[in-house]
């Protein structure tokens, strides 16, 4: 069964410097990778998917996500955070082929220091 | 405006009574599903309905019933409602294949007193 590992529930860093939020899976399978953002009382919405092709994939408002096969990892980054940044982040995989299920992340708090 | 559509927002209700949520896409979308975000923000799927079939019934108890009348409308219903029934609730649809982005509903907040 696949499963999801966020290392950090909560990342404290200043305005305009770089992050890293950090996603590892496990799954018996070949899998989709997915990155979500939940502001404040919303819902989630997508920031940014691995399918296949190129490890490197770059989402909406800067953020971008590396796809590591060895070490079953698929980290987020951005390279200057700003204050609008700061949100709930989910790591989510899908097996390929399967029912369309999503297994979520627990979250990372990504909080931004003025 | 296209998006998922849930009411309503918040919930506030008494131990013991039934509730519905309503949950409605106008994205063309076949998949839908519920999910519970508890107050960690751990967020676990409940169901998924592909064109009003039943998909993914995970282990929730049998007092969350959902019904899909078309396959634009996932509506929740709970039974007997409990104290840790307290959590948001989110509906979210998606195109039929596997990998494709689920559209996330704006929540609703359901308070068991």
């Known amino acids: 069964a696949q499963s999801v590992t966020q290392l950090d529930s909560q990342v404290p860093v200043f305005e305009e410097a770089p992050v890293e939020l950090r996603c590892n899976y496990s799954s018996s399978v070949s899998v989709y990778l997915f990155w979500y953002v939940q502001y404040p009382n919303q819902g989630l919405q997508l920031l940014l998917k691995y399918l296949s092709g190129s490890t490197l994939v770059k989402g909406i408002n800067g953020f971008e996500a590396e796809f590591n096969k060895s070490q079953t990892s698929f980290h987020l980054r951005k390279p200057s955070v700003h204050i609008s940044d700061t949100a709930e982040y989910f790591c989510?995989?899908?097996?390929?082929?399967?029912?369309?299920?999503?297994?979520f992340g627990k979250g990372t708090r990504l909080h931004i220091l003025p | 405006d296209t998006a998922v559509s849930q009411t309503p927002k918040y919930l506030v209700t008494q131990m013991g009574n039934d509730k519905s949520i309503k949950c409605e896409q106008n994205?063309?979308?076949?998949?839908m599903y519920w999910y519970k975000q508890d107050s960690k923000k751990f967020l676990k799927i409940m169901f998924s309905?592909?064109?009003?079939?039943?998909?993914i019934n995970e282990t929730v108890p049998n007092r969350f019933s959902p019904k899909s009348p078309d396959k634009a409308h996932l509506n929740l219903h709970i039974n007997s409602l409990e104290l840790g029934d307290s959590a948001v609730y989110f509906c979210?649809?998606?195109?039929?294949?596997?990998?494709?982005?689920?559209?996330f509903g704006p929540g609703t907040r359901l308070t068991v007193l």
């Open positions: 994205l063309g979308h076949d998949t």
């Open positions: 309905y592909n064109n009003k079939e039943l998909i």
């Open positions: 989510a995989v899908s097996d390929l082929g399967r029912d369309d299920k999503i297994i």
């Open positions: 979210a649809s998606s195109p039929r294949l596997a990998g494709n982005e689920q559209f």
